[in-house]
Structures are given as structure tokens and as C-alpha cells.
Antibody
Framework: QITLKESGPTLVKPTQTLTLTCTFSGFSLSTSGVSVGWIRQPPGKALEWLALIYWNDDKRYSPSLKSRLTITKDASKKQVVLTMINMDPVDTATYYC????????????WGQGTLVTVSS | DIQMTQSPSTLSASVGDRVTITCRASQSITGWLAWYQQKPGKAPKLLIYKASTLQSGVPSRFSGSGSGTEFTLAISSLQPDDFATYYCQQYDSPFTFGPGTKVDIK
């Protein structure tokens, strides 16, 4: 059974750095073709893709947020970590991690999401 | 960057109606398009990938079509469980979501 779960702070102050952890089970991020991504959704708004990390440690970032994002993995711990610097109230959103399965090439399994509020 | 648009933004329909949602890409994405359904407070659910392949377990009333820059999601006979927001997503380079289409009750 594949599961993913996001964890991290629920409240961060403007200008602070956000660190979110995605802990997964049921698959290996060392397996060829596997990747894990982060997606966010501001309240009442659309989904926005943020970053993706592949089994071979290749990384992709949203062009509009690239300068603020870092994605890393620890395959042995079954975790993917997203770091976003210089947080702003507009970054208030539910943050999801998701498994991109090789066969579908789509975000096939999602975590439940974690709401992060940026406020002083 | 590849931009995605969806139309309509909101669709009011009744149970039993056939509904279609259109998704357009700013450049050709071949067939690298997925459709997701999202209900309030829940994570998105993959419905269709590679433009027209139904994800396992998804009812056959859902179908996808298109290639290049124009794609369609159709629901042949709308069911009460289908009232939700639908997003298209290109995964040609590397990911972009559309703005969503909310299907609500007429």
C-alpha cells in the first residue's frame, strides 16, 4: 500500500524559511523511473506545481519559484524534503507531496496535504 | 513555460447530463496530459493520464481525448459523486496545472 504524508510547521512568519517533509511508504525512491513532487494550493485557488525529484537525484523546479525552492531526498529514510526561503503571506497554502509513477507519468498517489499559514 | 487554460471555469449541470471540459496548452504537449478530480478538503485524484487512458478504478463514464494543444474531459452521465473541481495538467515540460473547472449542481 502506497502512502505519503506531509509534515512541518503550520505557521511561519514572513521572511522565514519553510521546511516540509514528505514521508512515504510502499515504494522506493531508489527505483528507476520513480519521482516525488510537491504541489501547493492557496485557499480557494488552483493547484500549483512546485518541484520534483527523481530516483537518480535529478531535480526540476517551477520556473517562477526556482530561486526560492530546494528539494532533496533521503531514500533510506523514505523522505523528501522541500525548503522554501523568504516566505510571504501569499505563500499561505495547503502543500501536498505526490508520487509520480513511472507507468502513468502522472501524480498517482497524493498525501493528505498540510496547511501552512504565513503570518506575523 | 507551458501555460494551461480550461473552459468553462464553472459548469452548472444536473444528474444525468453529459458534460465536457476543455483544456488548452500554450504549445504542443503531444499527449502528455492528465486530468484530476478534487473535492473540497481532499487531495486531487488522478482520473486520466496520457490524455485518454482511464486510471484504474475510475468509472467508465469518464473519458479523455485530444492531442497537441487541445484536450477534452467528458463525463457521459453526471452522477452525484461527480460534483467537484477538475484540473488538467501537462507533464511534457515538466508540470503545469490548469486553473480548474468547478462542476456544480444546476
Amino acid at each position: 500500500q502506497i502512502t505519503l504524508k506531509e509534515s512541518g510547521p503550520t505557521l511561519v512568519k514572513p521572511t522565514q524559511t519553510l521546511t516540509l517533509t514528505c514521508t512515504f511508504s510502499g515504494f522506493s525512491l531508489s527505483t528507476s523511473g520513480v519521482s516525488v513532487g510537491w504541489i501547493r494550493q492557496p485557499p480557494g485557488k488552483a493547484l500549483e506545481w512546485l518541484a520534483l525529484i527523481y530516483w537518480n537525484d535529478d531535480k526540476r523546479y517551477s520556473p517562477s519559484l526556482k530561486s526560492r525552492l530546494t528539494i532533496t531526498k533521503d531514500a533510506s529514510k523514505k523522505q523528501v524534503v522541500l525548503t522554501m526561503i523568504n516566505m510571504d503571506p501569499v505563500d499561505t497554502a495547503t502543500y501536498y507531496c505526490a508520487l509520480r509513477a513511472e507507468f502513468t507519468s502522472s501524480l498517482e498517489y497524493w498525501g493528505q496535504g498540510t496547511l501552512v499559514t504565513v503570518s506575523s | 513555460d507551458i501555460q494551461m487554460t480550461q473552459s468553462p471555469s464553472t459548469l452548472s449541470a444536473s444528474v444525468g447530463d453529459r458534460v465536457t471540459i476543455t483544456c488548452r496548452a500554450s504549445q504542443s504537449i503531444t499527449g502528455w496530459l492528465a486530468w484530476y478530480q478534487q473535492k473540497p478538503g481532499k487531495a486531487p485524484k488522478l482520473l486520466i493520464y496520457k490524455a485518454s487512458t482511464l486510471q484504474s478504478g475510475v468509472p467508465s463514464r469518464f473519458s479523455g481525448s485530444g492531442s497537441g494543444t487541445e484536450f477534452t474531459l467528458a463525463i457521459s452521465s453526471l452522477q452525484p459523486d461527480d460534483f467537484a473541481t477538475y484540473y488538467c495538467q501537462q507533464y511534457d515540460s515538466p508540470f503545469t496545472f490548469g486553473p480548474g473547472t468547478k462542476v456544480d449542481i444546476k
